[in-house]
């Protein structure tokens, strides 16, 4: 079956970017995704991106897409403590079935 | 507007009790799932819908079933409680058109088997 595969951790301090990366097996996913888990929350969908394009941006957030290398990035630009969350890539394949990743917990340092 | 809305929160069950995780959406979509989330397994699929009528198994889908009767509802059923269904289980439901893919989580329900 299909694949997904993050870093477990991340460590940022306060005002610098985060790169969370986010790797995949199927090349036939259509759009690619990327959440948000605070503790005890649920997941808050940030951006996804369709797999034709190449980057998306949207305000802080930068999502940038190898389809070759099959290979996710989300960069979040000028980290705040309030982007300490796990953070979960995951790909469409089927038009309603999301395969995960198991989540990058980030940590912002002061 | 509601968005996917999951009851109830959290529910303690003892070996072998039944139970139905209720999930409902308002925003008409047409694709509905759940997932369990267990820790450092990140989301796993139980079972999904693509419409009213239609279901279909996902990754982990033994002693759970599911039925969609309507748009809205998708209820997600243990028959027999056990403690390895211990986990937090999440409802989606998506709707997909040409660049426009969004995907919508409810906010989980926490599930113990004692």
């Known amino acids: 079956g299909e694949d997904v595969e993050q870093s477990l951790f991340l460590s940022v301090r306060e005002g610098d970017s985060s790169v969370i990366n986010c790797t995949y097996t199927?090349?036939?996913?259509?759009?690619l995704y990327w959440y948000k888990q605070e503790p005890g929350a649920g997941l808050q969908l940030l951006t996804y991106?369709?797999?034709?394009?190449d980057m998306k941006q949207d305000q802080r957030l930068t999502v940038l897409l190898n389809k070759k290398d099959k290979h996710l990035s989300l960069r979040i630009a000028d980290t705040q403590t309030g982007d300490s969350a796990i953070y979960f890539c995951?790909?469409?394949?089927?038009?309603?079935?999301?395969?995960f990743g198991t989540g990058t917990r980030l940590t912002i340092i002061p | 507007n509601a968005g996917v809305t999951q009851t109830p929160k959290f529910q303690v069950l003892k070996t072998g009790q039944s139970m139905t995780l209720q999930c409902a959406q308002d925003?008409?979509?047409?694709?509905m799932s759940w997932y369990r989330q267990d820790p450092g397994m990140g989301l796993r699929l139980i079972h999904y819908?693509?419409?009213?009528?239609?279901?279909d198994q996902g990754e982990v889908p033994n002693g759970y079933n599911v039925s969609r009767s309507t748009t809205e509802d998708f209820p997600l059923r243990l028959l027999s409680a056990a403690p390895s269904q211990t986990s937090v289980y999440f409802c989606?439901?998506?709707?997909?058109?040409?660049?426009?893919?969004?995907?919508?989580f409810g906010q989980g329900t926490r599930l113990t088997v004692v």
């Open positions: 989606a439901s998506s709707w997909l058109t040409g660049q426009r893919a969004e995907a919508f």
């Open positions: 199927d090349s036939s996913s259509t759009y």
């Open positions: 991106i369709f797999s034709n394009m």
């Open positions: 995951a790909e469409m394949w089927g038009n309603e079935k999301l395969t």
């Open positions: 925003m008409n979509h047409e694709y």
């Open positions: 819908s693509v419409g009213a009528g239609i279901t």
